[in-house]
């Protein structure tokens, strides 16, 4: 065994980031739909350690304990960057966004229980195949297949739990851009990046009013991001035993928009440039980590029936986004940006959505709107929902009672 240490995971992890963008840049049909680079490179880094444990014998373990402090990081980071002056005219997307949201989290569950009767399956297998795992993450699979262990008695659920939450986070990631790539080809709609203005246009340059990040500039939004850190990590400690439980990366995001938004009052001034680079940082690391140690053998010896269901979650998840949630957000750029964080976070986690925003609009330019709007159905309402609909059905006796 290959034992890496947690300098050399994250030199592992780097140049991992580093191969995906050249071949997400070299090769013609991963830009055309914008596949992240975390994805592109952890899934192929997989794979070679995959083969190698296979056929050499030798396997390859890392240090993957800062995962968890990437992912709030990055959401601090979203939080510091989170204008709520914005909020206001992103307003009816949101709600827009709410209600395309709260029947899918529904109908997800009733592919995923349909899916387990077809094939024979405890009931509860299907809503694990559902929002359990691919809206909630492998937090909440790991929550929920413990429950199901101790007291249902299903074999191998955790395996299943945590396959299912990670291959529904690649399936989020290679989705969400060639639905929002088919969606703006078919209705003919494309960023600032894609038609520049003319320089003879009188247009308003707010880039160059801007001063430049410094080195201080960062120092300043690294200390901002950690008290997010800090504080929300507290806050989910003090409602730790809450009825209903909130992710602390909810708390992170708070205490970063609180401080985005009342500290400007106060005469703290971020630079969000900055504080933009080490929230995307952050979450290119953590997806990267996470797709290097996906475990393809559990996968494998799971393919079956579990592949089966997620290809069917997948096809049903780009319909609803490219058919419901597109038509329900405007049918404009916006909405084509959106409803591929909608896939995102449908089968991933939130984190994806963010990352298939990024990669679109790397390429075509900006959307104000979508950074505001999926973060906050993203952080602060989807696991709400979430955790309302699956105790609802859990409590039906031909699910959680047979």
């Not at 989705?175 to 246009?201: F, I, N, T």
Request: with cysteine; glycine share 10%; hydrophobic share 55%.
């Amino acid at each position: 065994m290959i034992s890496l240490s947690p300098v050399q995971s994250l030199l592992a992890c780097c140049l991992v980031l580093v191969i995906g963008r050249v071949l997400t840049t070299r090769i013609g049909i991963l830009s055309r739909y914008s596949i992240p680079d975390p994805i592109v490179g952890g899934l192929l880094f997989a794979v070679l350690a995959y083969l190698l444990s296979t056929w050499g014998g030798v396997s390859i373990s890392m240090e993957t304990s800062i995962k968890p402090t990437l992912l709030l990081l990055f959401f601090g980071c979203i939080g510091l960057t989170a204008n709520l002056k914005l909020l206001a005219k992103g307003g009816p997307r949101l709600i827009a966004f709410l209600l395309a949201l709260i029947p899918f989290l529904v109908l997800q569950n009733a592919v995923g229980l349909g899916m387990a009767w077809l094939l024979d399956m405890h009931p509860l297998m299907g809503l694990l195949g559902g929002t359990i795992t691919l809206v909630g993450g492998h937090g909440t699979g790991a929550a929920y297949a413990t429950r199901f262990a101790d007291f249902n008695n299903i074999q191998d659920v955790m395996a299943l739990a945590m396959t299912s939450a990670t291959l529904g986070l690649v399936l989020g990631g290679v989705v969400g851009g060639p639905v929002a790539e088919w969606l703006m080809r078919r209705h003919k709609l494309a960023g600032s990046l894609d038609h520049p203005a003319p320089a003879s246009q009188d247009a308003p340059d707010l880039t160059e009013k801007s001063e430049p990040s410094t080195a201080g500039s960062f120092i300043v939004s690294m200390t901002a991001a950690f008290v997010c850190l800090v504080v929300g990590g507290y806050l989910a400690m003090l409602v730790e035993g809450a009825p209903v439980s909130l992710p602390n990366f909810l708390w992170c995001l708070a205490t970063g928009v609180l401080i985005r938004n009342v500290g400007v009052h106060l005469g703290l001034k971020l630079d969000d440039r900055a504080t933009e680079i080490i929230g995307t940082i952050s979450l290119s690391l953590f997806l990267g980590m996470t797709m290097m140690t996906l475990d393809l053998s559990s996968v494998a010896r799971l393919a079956g029936p579990l592949a089966l269901m997620l290809a069917v979650q997948t096809l049903f998840c780009a319909l609803f986004a490219a058919y419901v949630v597109f038509r329900m957000l405007k049918r404009d750029y916006e909405a084509a940006i959106m409803s591929a964080a909608f896939c995102g976070f449908a089968l991933g986690a939130t984190a994806t959505a963010i990352a298939n925003m990024q990669a679109l609009t790397r390429r075509h330019g900006p959307a104000p709107e979508a950074f505001i709007v999926v973060p906050v159905t993203g952080a602060f309402l989807v696991d709400i929902l979430n955790v309302i609909v699956l105790t609802s059905l859990i409590s039906l006796p031909f699910v959680g009672g047979m």
